[in-house]
């Protein structure tokens, strides 16, 4: 199936580490999303970009859209025990006048924090 | 608001058998896409609904299938099930571009 190409696939960090982590695709994309799944549940919606450029923070986390709509990137600052779980990129594609449709994902990112 | 439901959240069928699978949307959104995550594929678009029509279509074969109620509520159905159907299904429900997920069904096949 189509996914993006999402690095690092893994990453153990100490508490209060900065980390970052990005997402490039050979399509262009309208919108990107960043997720967290923790273990046995669904992913939760963390950041959404729309525009080209565009440079959007929620708390600690911050993300890009990239200039070339085709790459977008997640930086997570000072880093702590809770933010464990598996990290994905999603790209989206507007068919027709409509806003929705489908995502593609990145293959995840793994987050280990040491306390 | 409540979130998106989805049940049940775990099933154990045999090959052979088929299945149903139901989600709930958040109140108010029109929308529901499903995908199937496993750990060799990742996270892949099974289909789109939008006022009770299919609007997008991933890439499965025919014995995925799915529909919408006209309270947005989505079902769907996975007949013939193989090995290679278990998986987290899941549904999400959107209003616009953002797209929020249930906690998804986890099916394994025997």
């Known amino acids: 199936g189509q996914q993006l190409n999402q690095s690092p696939q893994s990453m153990f960090i100490q508490e209060g580490e900065d980390v970052s982590m990005n997402c490039t695709s050979s399509?262009?994309?309208?919108?990107w999303l960043w997720y967290k799944q923790d273990p046995g549940e669904g992913p939760v919606l963390l950041i959404a970009?729309?525009?080209?450029?565009e440079l959007t923070s929620n708390g600690r986390l911050t993300a890009q859209f990239g200039i070339t709509r085709k790459d977008s990137f997640l930086n997570i600052s000072a880093s702590i025990p809770s933010d464990v779980g598996i990290y994905f990129c999603?790209?989206?594609?507007?068919?027709?006048?409509?806003?929705?449709?489908?995502?593609?994902f990145g293959q995840g990112t793994t987050l280990q924090v040491k306390p | 608001k409540a979130g998106v439901t989805q049940t049940p959240r775990y099933l154990i069928k045999t090959r052979g058998q088929q299945v149903t699978l139901s989600c709930s949307p958040i109140?108010?959104?029109?929308?529901v896409s499903w995908y199937q995550q496993t750990p060799g594929q990742g996270l892949q678009f099974l289909f789109e609904?939008?006022?009770?029509?299919?609007?997008n279509k991933g890439n499965f074969p025919g014995r995925f299938s799915g529909r919408q109620f006209s309270n947005s509520r989505s079902e769907m159905n996975v007949s013939t099930l193989e090995l290679g159907d278990s998986a987290l299904y899941l549904c999400?429900?959107?209003?616009?571009?953002?797209?929020?997920f249930g906690p998804g069904t986890r099916l394994t096949v025997t």
């Open positions: 109140s108010g959104h029109r929308s």
């Open positions: 999400a429900s959107s209003l616009g571009t953002e797209q929020y």
């Open positions: 399509s262009i994309f309208n919108t």
């Open positions: 970009l729309y525009k080209a450029g």
């Open positions: 609904y939008f006022s009770e029509t299919q609007r």
């Open positions: 999603a790209g989206q594609y507007y068919y027709g006048s409509s806003n929705t449709g489908k995502l593609i």
